[in-house]
């Protein structure tokens, strides 16, 4: 884990467990244990954020090259952030032409390229998915 993930995730642990149990109000000690469990589960997002771009990236070049769509997408220059979104972003656009192509055709080639690219997205969405928060006993 990074130090940045390290320090959310104690952020995090902190105001949901030592905070908000001390404050008056359901109000005050409710809104300090939300900011602790977003602050945990943006430790966890950002902790994995660049290897997460990175796969969607060699996975839509991948269905890009089974649906020969020219890849004229630079290569990512850096493991910067926006780098890789900025990659990842020009490359979804590819994709979403080839889908919209492959929805309009009805051979099982097209299908099954298909079928790979929702399977792709579901991928995508499941790992983007943070882990459900830890709540405290009452």
Do not use: C
Not at 16 to 27: I, M, R
Not at 44 to 54: C, N
Not at 92 to 105: C, H, M, P, V
């Amino acid at each position: 884990m990074t130090d940045i993930a390290i320090i959310l995730q104690r952020i995090g642990a902190t105001l949901s467990n030592e905070v908000a149990p001390k404050l008056e109000g359901d109000y005050s000690g409710g809104h300090a244990s939300m900011s602790g469990i977003l602050a945990g589960m943006a430790g966890e997002m950002w902790d994995k954020e660049a290897d997460l771009l990175v796969e969607e990236i060699n996975r839509i070049r991948g269905l890009l090259a089974a649906g020969k769509v020219d890849d004229t997408v630079e290569k990512v220059s850096s493991y910067r952030i926006s780098d890789l979104k900025r990659t990842r972003n020009e490359l979804a656009e590819k994709l979403i032409e080839l889908q919209t192509r492959l929805e309009g055709q009805d051979d099982a080639n097209s299908e099954h390229l298909n079928t790979q690219i929702w399977a792709h997205l579901l991928t995508t969405s499941m790992a983007r998915t943070p882990s459900p928060p830890q709540f405290s006993e009452g």
